[in-house]
């Protein structure tokens, strides 16, 4: 696994904007999927928004047309634009990654996870 770090998170008021980023270090040959989850307190962990290699990206209903997942061109960071940031939006955002390696007849696929970063969004 390679280790993915967040940043970007922090305060904002209703109607603002966050750009969230992730890089990844150690091992980031064969990241084929680049994601985006979020946990709110007392709740599970939901997919927010992916990016396949090669793909178009994916988003939660919930923040169409409001977020934006894009990385870089060696998939070494990626980020979570988000706009018009709601109340509802407030939790722990966590990047993740996954790789899959070795020969073509026993293919592995391996998921990554950073520590997470706290958006709040006050009213």
């Known amino acids: 696994q390679v280790q993915l770090l967040e940043s970007g998170g922090g305060l904002v008021q209703t109607g603002g904007s966050l750009r969230l980023s992730c890089t990844a270090t150690?091992?980031?040959?064969?990241?084929?999927?680049m994601r985006w989850y979020r946990q709110a307190s007392g709740k599970q962990r939901e997919l927010v928004a992916s990016?396949?290699?090669?793909?178009?990206?994916d988003y939660a209903e919930s923040v169409k047309g409001r977020f934006t997942i894009f990385g870089d061109n060696a998939k070494t960071t990626w980020y979570l634009q988000m706009n018009s940031l709601k109340p509802e939006d407030t939790a722990v955002y966590y990047c993740?990654?996954?790789?899959?390696?070795?020969?073509?007849?026993?293919?592995?696929?391996?998921?990554?996870w950073g520590q997470g970063t706290q958006v709040t969004v006050s009213s």
């Open positions: 990016l396949a290699s090669g793909g178009l990206p």
């Open positions: 993740n990654a996954d790789q899959t390696i070795g020969p073509v007849e026993r293919p592995v696929t391996y998921a990554s």
């Open positions: 150690g091992r980031t040959r064969y990241i084929d999927t």
